[in-house]
């Protein structure tokens, strides 16, 4: 997801050892206060899923209120622009995946806030896509799609969640790769999207694993691989495009940013504890219910992460043009 530079601060921060017991200093953040955790999107979805099951598990852990607020819009600026307007003293974080930092920057020629003002802390999670199609495609593997497709030159039309959305830029990743010509068709999100795959309005889509298997379960559709580097836990028949595309991942990573200058303490503390509260069994059953996949990864992780998914978005926004101003 052309790569721009987080704050090089925080990527010292892989000296600590996240992810292991620490000792919590009282001058890193006062006991007693609230926690916020800002969230991109819409009550629902699956950054604010992901906040809402691990922001009960560390006010038990913390002894601290976590509160988790919704502050949906301009493509998640008006998020990280009240993270970015609180102080820096580790009580507010935004929970989100990456195209704040890794599709935003790409495709719009000005953003509502500054990526070096955000810090990563904690990869959580990873939501893999599913490329589906209709039952009406005379395929079964997605090999099969590829040269049905290749046979049919613009004859076909793919949905996605919106130009510029994650689902929108796994397809033209996979088109750019393979050349595949098949025509966008864009949604106001998978609500709008995954109908229009049932009604067989567009052939194709990537979507989340809940909103397709039930569908796939009666044979309305067909799943036919994910957008994830490995095969996902939700669906391992199926394949990975990476087994057929070497180096294609486009899953987004949801995690916990802070503002930059935060404290190290502040960070390492929050990451150690989210680290060991998304590895547990129980979270494990409730992120896969939305078809979330755990990862546990402190800053440095996280950063790597980050840093790679805006180098392969940017690849795909360039070589496709994709803008939105």
Not at 130 to 157: C, M, S, W
Not at 192 to 219: I, Q
Not at 245 to 254: H, Q, R, T, Y
Request: net charge positive; aromatic share 6%.
């Amino acid at each position: 997801m052309m790569a721009r530079r987080l704050r090089p601060a925080f990527v010292a921060l892989a000296t600590l050892a996240v992810c292991a017991p620490v000792q919590w200093s009282a001058q890193a953040q006062a006991p007693g206060r609230t926690i916020k955790f800002i969230i991109t999107n819409p009550a629902g979805g699956v950054p604010d899923t992901v906040a809402r099951v691990v922001g009960r598990r560390l006010q038990e852990r913390l002894g601290q209120t976590v509160v988790v607020e919704n502050r949906a819009g301009a493509n998640g600026g008006i998020a990280v622009n009240a993270l970015i307007g609180s102080p820096a003293d580790g009580q507010t974080f935004v929970v989100t995946d990456g195209s704040i930092l890794s599709i935003n920057p790409h495709i719009y020629s000005k953003l509502p806030y500054d990526p070096k003002d955000v810090a990563p802390v904690a990869y959580l999670a990873q939501a893999p896509l599913f490329l589906a199609i209709h039952p009406k495609v005379p395929v079964d593997t997605i090999k099969e799609f590829i040269e049905y497709v290749r046979a049919r030159p613009g004859q076909l039309n793919y949905g996605s969640s919106g130009v510029g959305s994650t689902h929108h830029i796994s397809m033209e990743s996979f088109k750019s790769a393979l050349k595949l010509n098949i025509t966008h068709v864009p949604f106001k999100g998978a609500g709008e999207s995954v109908p229009a795959l049932l009604g067989g309005h567009v052939e194709a889509l990537f979507s989340g694993y809940p909103s397709l298997s039930g569908a796939a379960g009666t044979n309305r559709v067909k799943l036919l691989a994910s957008n994830s580097a490995e095969r996902s836990s939700q669906a391992p028949d199926l394949p990975a495009i990476a087994e057929l595309i070497p180096g294609f991942n486009f899953a987004s990573n949801v995690g916990i940013y802070a503002r930059a200058g935060t404290s190290a303490a502040v960070i390492q503390k929050i990451a150690a504890e989210a680290c060991a509260i998304v590895k547990e069994p129980d979270v494990i059953k409730q992120l896969a219910i939305v078809g979330v996949e755990p990862k546990g990864g402190g800053p440095e992780e996280f950063d790597r992460v980050l840093k790679d998914e805006i180098r392969r978005v940017g690849q795909v926004v360039k070589a496709v043009g994709i803008r939105l101003d």
